[in-house]
C-alpha cells in the first residue's frame, strides 16, 4: 500500500477523535475486549471496521499532549489490517517511529501526528506480533524533539481482530 493511500486513511483516523466523517455514519461499539475496543460504520458503500487502545502508559518530557492511539483498520470491501498510531503531537520531518512486540521491531513513516508500517507486509507482520504479544512499545520524536515512549497492553488484542474480522470480511 503507498503512502498516499495510508494517507487517505488519515481521514478514518479522525474519525477516532472518535468523530465519524461528516458523510459516515456514527461507528457503532462491536465490543470492548479488555483493553480494546472494537467499532463499526458504514461510510459510503464501504462497511469500515477498526479497533482501538490507548497506551497504559505514556513517557517523555513534554508539557502537553492530546489523545494518543493504536488502531488497525480494516474496510469491506478494501484494504484489511492497516496499522496506524495516532501520536498526540506532530512529528518532526521524515521523523521514524519504532514499535517493539516481544524482540520483534518495526519501523513506521510519519505525517503529521499518525504513523503507518510500510505497506501491507509490515501491516501482517506487526498484527501477528501483535496477536502473540502481551504489551508493544512505541517510540518516537516529536516535531520539537522531544522524545517519547508509549507502552501498550495487548490483552484483549487478538479478540477484537475477531470481531472486526467478523463485522468487516474481505
Known amino acids: 500500500m503507498t503512502s498516499a493511500i495510508r494517507a487517505i486513511g488519515l481521514a478514518l483516523l479522525l474519525a477516532i477523535g472518535l468523530a465519524p466523517a461528516a458523510s459516515a455514519q456514527e461507528p457503532q461499539v462491536i465490543g470492548t475486549f479488555r483493553d480494546w475496543k472494537a467499532y ?28 494518543i492511539w ?4 480494516r474496510r469491506s470491501p478494501g484494504p484489511k489490517d492497516v496499522v496506524s498510531i495516532i501520536s498526540g503531537y506532530n512529528f518532526g520531518p521524515d521523523a521514524r517511529v519504532r514499535v517493539a512486540v516481544g524482540d520483534r521491531e518495526f519501523v513506521l513513516f510519519t505525517q503529521g501526528d499518525t504513523a503507518w ?34 507502552t501498550y497492553s495487548l490483552l484483549g488484542f487478538t479478540a477484537a481482530y475477531d470481531a472486526i474480522g467478523q463485522a468487516c470480511p474481505n
Open 117 to 150: 508500517t510500510m505497506g501491507e507486509a509490515d501491516d501482517a507482520a506487526l498484527v501477528a506480533a501483535m496477536k502473540v504479544g502481551v504489551d508493544m512499545v512505541v517510540r518516537g520524536k516529536s516535531e520539537r524533539g522531544t522524545d517519547t515512549k508509549d
Open 40 to 67: 463499526v460504520y458504514q461510510s459510503g458503500s464501504q462497511k469500515v471496521c477498526y479497533m482501538a487502545s490507548a497506551p497504559k502508559k505514556a513517557e517523555g518530557n513534554y508539557s502537553a499532549r492530546g489523545k
Open 70 to 73: 493504536m488502531l488497525v483498520t
